[in-house]
């Protein structure tokens, strides 16, 4: 179990990347995949490295995404 | 043919919900902002300060004038009006004046503010009404397409100044203190933990607090001016921006690419209005003065 | 409901109208108000200023009215019944939240001391010009009631109406006096509190979940609630549903704008305030409202003497506008009389009403002085040659 994930609302997106280049630990990178109105979401590519501070949650502006702690 | 399977999918744990939906009327999304607008991040750093600061949340009212920002009351899963153009300050003074123990935010933008709503904004902070001001500045009206707003930077080009603004912009946080705002802050949409904070000191602060959000309008201020999209004006901020607590406001004015001073410049205390309104009143009237019952 | 003891001044009292009227938003319950100077307006603000903090609420004079006209308006959604008063210049003003008003359904009240215009105009002189503009003056379709007191005792009771009108029916009202009877003293008894009815404001009983903030009741006008009790509403003035959420489509639109104005039909007709005399053998009416109705009281009495079967029909409630009950006179009667400050303004409506019926005689006036007698009299005269 990592220290932290992230969740992600797909359809929600609008793929302004904001969360990708504020991640403090890069744990996103833009997915090649992309939602119904053709927008890229997040792709977690290092979970690992995730703290679950939320900081992409604080950033999204449409609501997408948030970070977590998971329970130890 | 779209692929909507992400990747890499993360474990999410069961009931996890993002912190921020039980502040919106979910039923109401998607929003009708643009992709790289700001003011999403402006609502998730409000979100923060209203659970930081254990608000009760039946308390809270969001008052809106008119614009994209002006939109967040009707997002906002709290008592919300979206009133007239410029107008919700008075509004809002009504509203804070009839029931004193509600907490009163006004949201909404420049030109709505500062423009149309300048005088009411001036007022409202020389009689130190107990208002929690935040405007989001995009530097423009974007709603109707971008035009010049009091704040657009010269010599940038705008819908109603096709070959560049001319008119010098007003510095928000000079005007806000010069009228008497007891709070005065700046912040970016990139600073969000600051601005988060910003809204949660003010939101305990009594009197008139103004914090003054500089927010990326991608598809009108940016597009016209070949300023990049939003995550191009977040990196903008993020590179340009100086915190400078308790700068003198009159050397925080903006200009098109140079430095953005960000920061807490006023936190003063000032009697507030129902302080100088009862003081006054028990002054000259002595036990013939009467608490307002207002609520009928 | 009965007035709360606190804002009445039981008694016999020689006062103006401006000043009977601010007693009357006492006795109706307003415990806030807005106000901007603007004569012959302004001692009804001025008096409220002096008689509240030691009744219990507040006065706050804004930096304009614009200001004023909506901060009345978040305080009635603060709780509270509240009212501004102005003149033609600050009537203008308000255009714009006398719309938001009527579009959000705030109950709250305008008071108009009429004078002479347009524009700056005769500020100190009366005129009953702005009559259109109540009914108009904002953008859009949507509909206000309107008041016309034709004394001080009237601008008492009428004030007393005027608030619990606006409950009934969520709407925006208009109390239209004009300067004379703003500035006129006569006797004004003012009841005690137990005999004065006032309307509470409808408070839904429903919990949060069920309740519809902008959902018609029995008389098409939603119930109110007020912010703080948990009920997380939103009133905007897009046209919106039943929720108040934004719901910018042709259906919405249709069933909400019409909404806004056929709720008040039956002030149009079976719940018209009017004050009518000497109708049953009339063969001309003089139809009249507000101070001109008191020159035109001298002229019906010239008139009879004369051997004129001469009636009168008084408006009170001016909007909705008494439509049938001019039609009706109209089938009646030769022809109708109808004198105003103004170069023709209700006297556009009893035509409309009259249908041809009848004919319509109106005595204009530019404004800035009451009618002379004679010049209704000459018209009743003419309308039965």
Known sequence: ?72 | MNVTELENACEVPAGACNPVEPFLRMERMPHIWCPGCGIGTTVNCFTRALLDSKANLDKVAVVSGIGCTGRVAGYANLDSFHTTHGRAIPFATGLKLANPELQVVVYSGDGDLFAIGGNHFIHAARRNMDLKVICVNNLTYAMTGGQTAPTTPGEVISATSPYGVFEPAFNLVALAEAAGASYVARWTTYHVNQLARSMKEALAKKGFCFIEVLSPCPTLYQRRNKMGDGLDAMKFYKQVSKVRNGAPTSECALTKAGEIVVGKFVDRDRPGYFDLLKGQMTASLGDRYAEPEILC | MHADPHGVLTGVHFLDGDHACCEGTLAAGARFSAGYPITPSTEVVERFASRIPTVGGIFIQMEDELAASIAIQGAVWGGAKAFTVTSGPGFSLMMEHIGYAAMTETPCVFVNVQRGGPSTGLPTLPAQADMMQARWGSHGDYGIIALCPNSPQECFDLTVTAFNLAEEFRVPVMLMLDECVGHMTEKVVIPEAEKIEVMPRRYTKLPPAEFRLFRPAENDAPEMTRAGEGYRFHVTGLTHDERGYPSMNLETQDRLVRRLSTKLASLAGERALFDAADLDDAEVVVVSYGITSRVAQRALQLARQRGIRAGKFRIISAWPFPAEHIASLAGRVKALVVPELNLGQMVHEVARAASGKARVIPVSHAGGSVHDPAEILKAIEEAVR
Do not use: Q, W
């Not at chain 1, 630990?25 to 679950?52: D, F, M, Q, R, W």
């Open chain 1, 1 to 72: 179990m990592t220290k932290g994930f992230v969740a992600i609302a797909v359809e929600r997106c609008k793929g302004c990347g904001f969360c990708v280049e504020f991640c403090p630990t890069h744990v996103l990178a833009l997915s090649s995949a992309y939602n119904s109105k053709g927008y890229h979401a997040p792709n977690v590519i290092a979970v690992e490295k995730c703290s679950g501070c939320n900081l992409c949650g604080m950033y999204c502006p449409d609501f997408a995404i948030f970070g977590g702690r998971n329970a130890r």
